[in-house]
């Protein structure tokens, strides 16, 4: 094949197609694995690939009907898909909440638990059974159907991969209405999709970084709403909605409050139809999410302790934030902890924030950004100069007023946001205000710029991929040394000739322990064993080997 045709190939690629394929894996994976919970049955070895054949049907579909080439754009989507699981796989998640209670959600669906019937799962470790039971497990349900089919329980993580790489193709197709260059389609959609929180938590089992990718999601179908509602939009809208309420309660509500706003500026423009429609989507998928994809927590909780939203919320509530945040920061007004977060040297313990002024950071926040939880300085490095100096291009640059008053709003509305929830000074928390310097800058493409701003913009380009860049090394040095350190610890294990262990809330390390067939004697307490694994949560051992 020579390079022409490799050409014609790759031109008649359709970024939506794909995008809505890799989408429709993760969700059939969760509605499949659901339908099985509701007939009292569990996940199984084959849902997942069922739900690439269903995808691939879907694509192919897609294809037909918009005109474009199938046998292209579905080598693409099975190419992502491999690629994903193989990243996946060959990464280890090293987070303390990874390792620990989510590991062991995926761990107990994977062997047969069925939340639905079983409220409370026989075999969870003791200290993570809270979390466990009565926590939403939509993130989780996928990465198990992943791990019934793969055989190893990383490669759950792919569900991260498919669904950002997914969301860039709803963003890029959005983007290809309204900039012009190709270029800046492909560099915007690039910024707006691979965000600091994503490359944070990518490779781990925390599940935040889905409330960015589902909102990208989210707001591209919204944006590209004419006269009414198609049925591509109607459907993704609703799976942005139950997925949502499967996968997280902060996250239900934000998906839900974006869907809210525009559902009021709907009515500012008298466009009753859609916004009838709209309420219609919204009601039937929370009746599903709640029902069908999410009745373990929110009815299990309900008919266990008479609170869908136990035990975050209520009579017997826990409180899981103050401890986590810094020192100075757990009195303070919204408004100063937001100013403290983006203003601050990286932290991601208890200890005291520290002022940062814009572009001075040092080695330690470096080593900051690459955890999956930081406290403050949790958008990059760059982040706050890269906010300011957007402000001010912003305010010089010359547009329409259509422009510069929708601009305003959605900025604006970013802005507020953070005050809306508790902790939303946590990245982890708020990872859409990411986009706020990436929108300004987007508008002043629609506005008139002198030669000299001009030059200034490019500058904030090269911003942007320095604060993105800077995590994404930091995140797989980090990776790479994790890798490393659990490869160690489990040669010493190896090679110890049946030791007694305490795995502690290390749930991972005990799952690549039997993934292996490596002997070993678990001890529920830390008595006699002489050695301390250096991976994280620590585990203890009785051996010589260090």
């Known amino acids: 094949m020579n390079i022409e045709k490799i050409k014609i190939l790759w031109n008649s690629v359709d970024s939506m197609s794909v995008g809505v394929g890799l989408l429709s894996i993760v969700f059939m994976s969760l509605i499949m ?10 996940i199984n070895n084959w849902l997942f690939l069922i739900s690439c054949i269903c995808s691939i049907g879907f694509v192919r579909i897609y294809c037909k009907k918009n005109n474009y080439e199938v046998f292209p754009n579905v080598l693409i989507f099975v190419l992502l898909v ?13 987070s303390w909440d990874g390792c620990s209670y989510h590991q062991d959600i995926i761990l107990q669906l994977r062997e047969g638990w069925n939340p639905y019937y079983i409220h409370h799962a026989p075999n969870f470790n003791s200290e993570l059974a809270l979390w466990g039971n009565h926590y939403a497990k939509g993130m989780e349900t996928i990465s198990a159907v992943i791990y019934a089919f793969t055989g190893r329980i990383e490669s759950g993580k792919a569900v991260s991969l498919l669904l950002v790489i997914s969301s860039f193709c709803f963003v890029k197709n959005a983007l290809n209405g309204i900039l012009k260059s190709s270029y800046k389609v492909l560099f915007y959609s690039l910024a707006f999709s691979f965000s600091p929180v994503i490359f944070q938590q990518a490779f ?3 599940i935040d970084w889905s409330l960015y990718s589902l909102m990208l999601i989210l707001v591209s179908m919204l944006l590209s709403v004419k006269k009414d509602l198609n049925v591509l939009q109607v459907c993704c809208i609703a799976i942005c909605i139950i997925m949502s309420i499967a996968i997280k309660y902060n996250i239900a ?9 525009y559902w009021i500026y709907l009515l500012f423009q008298k466009r009753y139809q859609i916004a009838i429609s709209l309420i219609l989507i919204g009601v039937i998928s929370l009746i599903i999410g709640i ?3 999410g009745f373990n ?12 939203f136990y035990p975050l919320l209520g009579e017997y509530a826990v409180d899981i934030m103050t401890d986590q945040m810094p020192v100075n920061m757990r009195n303070n007004p919204d408004f100063v902890n937001v100013f403290i977060s983006l203003f601050s040297h990286g932290t991601t313990t208890g200890d005291s924030a520290r002022f940062m002024f814009p572009f001075l950071f040092n080695i330690e926040d470096l080593k900051v950004i690459a955890n999956p939880d930081p406290r403050t300085c949790g958008f990059g490095v760059f ?5 300011l100096l957007s402000i001010v291009l912003y305010a010089f640059a010359k547009m329409e007023k259509h422009y510069r008053n929708i601009s305003l709003v959605i900025c604006t509305l970013l802005f507020f946001s953070l005050f809306v929830l508790p902790s939303g000074s946590w990245s982890r928390y708020t990872p859409f205000f990411y986009t706020f310097p990436l929108i300004l800058l987007l508008f002043t493409e629609f506005g008139q710029l002198t030669h000299k701003l001009l030059h200034f913009r490019r500058i904030l380009y090269t911003v942007i991929l320095f604060n993105i860049l800077s995590i994404f090394i930091v995140v797989s040095v980090l990776n790479i040394y994790s890798y490393l350190q659990t490869q160690k610890a489990i040669n010493i294990v190896r090679v110890s000739n049946n030791p007694n262990i305490n795995f502690g809330v290390n749930v991972a390390f005990k799952i690549k322990l ?3 067939n490596i002997r070993y004697v678990e001890q529920k307490n830390k008595i006699g064993l002489n050695t301390l694994l250096h991976i994280t949560p620590e585990v203890c051992i009785d051996s010589d080997l260090k």
Do not use: K, Q, V
């Open 33 to 42: 694995a659901s339908s099985l919970f509701c007939l009292g049955l569990c």
């Open 82 to 94: 491999a690629f994903s699981l193989l990243i996946a796989t060959f990464t280890f998640d090293y």
């Open 204 to 206: 781990t089992f925390y």
């Open 253 to 261: 509500f934000w998906i839900g409050f974006t869907i809210f706003l």
């Open 291 to 293: 029902l069908f994809t």
């Open 297 to 308: 927590p929110y009815i299990t909780n309900y008919l266990d302790h008479s609170n869908p």
């Open 383 to 387: 982040f706050s100069g890269l906010m």
């Open 514 to 516: 039997d993934e292996r």
